[in-house]
């Protein structure tokens, strides 16, 4: 169980770390593009691709910023699954010890499974807008390569 929610809070981790980089990278070269005058257009669709790619991430940047600075990341089924595997671990009757540890391996399998499909699926929105900052990177990169 502590090892599935060490997983998820590295997961949130992760993305913040991403989101800074992708802040970095854009206003390293958006200052470039201006410096070397790259038309004002190419630099228009960095800055809405920035944005878009940076609000695909927002939620859970902002989930890990709580985590991190206000209040730990609460998840009512991971608590619950917590809860059922410390009272497994704490259980003297056997039946109840099978029962509790049953079900926190029922709720971990399903957890795992959400989560899954959550990170695939901002794994592939992930991989969409950054093709189209890549492209869009790509031009402005060699327009400030051949003003150099």
Known sequence: MSQFIYHIENYLAL???FDQ????????IEKLSKRHNCPNSDIQNLVII???LLKSIEPIVNTRGKHTHEKYFYDKDIKDME???KA???????????YFK?????????QRKKWKKDII?????YEVNIGVMYTNLDKLIWQIYNKI
């Open 50 to 52: 920035k944005d878009l």
């Open 15 to 17: 993305i913040y770390i």
């Open 102 to 110: 049953t079900r926190a391996n029922k709720l971990l399998s399903d």
């Open 21 to 28: 980089r992708i802040r970095s990278l854009y206003n390293f």
């Open 88 to 98: 497994g671990d704490f259980s003297q009757n056997t039946q109840d010890k099978i």
């Open 83 to 85: 809860r059922f595997d």
């Open 121 to 125: 699926n901002d794994i592939y929105q």
